[in-house]
Every structure is written in C-alpha cells, then in structure tokens.
Nanobody, 127 residues
Framework: QVQLAESGGGLVQAGDSLRLSCATS????????MAWFRQAPGKEREVVAV????????DYADSVKGRFTISRDDAENTVYLQMDLLKPEDTAVYYC????????????????????WGQGTEVTVSS
C-alpha cells in the first residue's frame, strides 16, 4: 500500500481558495490513479476529483467542476487539489486516495475503488 499524508486544510471564507496537498511514500507516483474524496458531517463520503494513472485525464464531481483542479507533481511525489471559489457546502474532511487501477478517470469516478487512503485534512468554509 501507498502511504499518503494530506495537508493544507483550514478555515476560510466563502469565495476563498485553498490548495490541499497529498504527499506519498511512492517514488513512482505515475503508477497510481489518484483521487480526492470528502465527507461532510452527517453525510456519506463522496468522490471529488480523480486523476488517471497516466495523469492525462481527470474527472470531477458535478458540484466542484470549474472550481477544483486535481494535479500531480511526479518530482515531488505529491498530488494537489486546488480549490477555488469555495462555498460553505464544501466544508468537509478531505481524503487523498491511491490505486493501481488502469481505468480512465471517468469510470474510476463512478465505479472505482481505491486501496490506499490518507488520514484526511479538514476544510471549513464560513459564509
């Protein structure tokens, strides 16, 4: 399994931006599909963004399309989630996940499972 560690969460106001980071123990990050999930209080965990193992395609939850961007820095072995125009409904604990799946991001978003998970970082957006 891949060791994952999220950081970058915090308390911000609506309309602000945050960038979450997911540092990995894996030196060949390009072997893995990566994703960000979130879980709000009292709600089920949901996928936010997925990046294929090639890094060439990504997909997003409808609620964050156009506002969030997932990216990967292979040299730093780190995956990022850039979150812009944050809304109070984005408040949640955000989790990074990795898997060796070779499925495209669109399919992974819908039916994919991820074998490695981080501990999460909390994001709170005030109105």
């Amino acid at each position: 399994q891949v060791q994952l560690a999220e950081s970058g969460g915090g308390l911000v106001q609506a309309g602000d931006s945050l960038r979450l980071s997911c540092a990995t123990s894996e030196r060949t990050l390009n072997r893995y599909a990566m994703a960000w999930f979130r879980q709000a209080p009292g709600k089920e965990r949901e996928v936010v963004a997925v990046l294929s193992w090639t890094g060439s395609n990504s997909d997003y939850a409808d609620s964050v399309k156009g506002r969030f961007t997932i990216s990967r820095d292979d040299a730093e072995n780190t995956v990022y989630l850039q979150m812009d125009l944050l809304k109070p409904e984005d408040t949640a604990v955000y989790y990074c996940a990795a898997d060796k799946s070779r499925l495209p991001a669109t399919i992974l978003k819908t039916v994919g499972t991820f074998g490695s998970w981080g501990q999460g970082t909390e994001v709170t957006v005030s109105s």
